[in-house]
């Protein structure tokens, strides 16, 4: 494989960004950092707003890429858990960085956001 270079819209780590990037991985990890392992229904509880289906998706792409174990016990019912790898653990401290960075800064990407729209009527009220 030739040198990543995630500019190259055909290189593989582009894969790995949208993984990494996706809102609900962001979510699943750092729940998974902080408690781990879970079961589905308590990650859910905890990622409030999220579909089944998308956590299915989600986990199951999570699993595929490596970053999260999922494991069956031969109970009836069957009880499934949920863990990170070491590479999804790798992911812990970068990601915790990008969440903390967020909650430090959401009033002024709000403040900016609501002064860019008014900005955007006023010009349209002008045009």
């Known amino acids: 494989m030739p040198d990543p270079n995630l500019y190259d819209p055909d290189c593989p780590t582009r894969l790995v960004l949208d993984r990494i990037g996706d809102r609900w991985?962001?979510?699943?990890?750092?729940?998974l950092s902080q408690k781990s392992p879970m079961r589905f229904t308590?990650?859910?509880?905890?990622?409030?707003?999220?579909?089944?289906?998308?956590?299915?998706?989600?986990l199951?792409?999570?699993?595929?890429?490596g970053l999260l174990?999922?494991?069956?016990y031969a109970e009836v019912p069957p009880r499934v858990e949920y863990e990170l790898t070491e590479l999804g653990r790798s992911l812990r401290a970068p990601i915790t960085a990008?969440?903390?960075?967020?909650?430090?800064?959401?009033?002024?990407?709000?403040d900016a956001r609501a002064s860019y729209d008014d900005d955007q009527r006023a010009d349209q009220v002008d045009a």
């Open 25 to 31: 991985t962001v979510l699943v990890v750092l729940l």
């Open 98 to 110: 990008i969440g903390r960075w967020a909650e430090r800064h959401v009033g002024e990407v709000l």
């Open 42 to 58: 308590e990650l859910r509880r905890h990622v409030g707003g999220i579909a089944p289906k998308v956590l299915t998706q989600t």
């Open 60 to 65: 199951r792409a999570l699993e595929r890429d």
């Open 69 to 72: 174990r999922r494991t069956v």
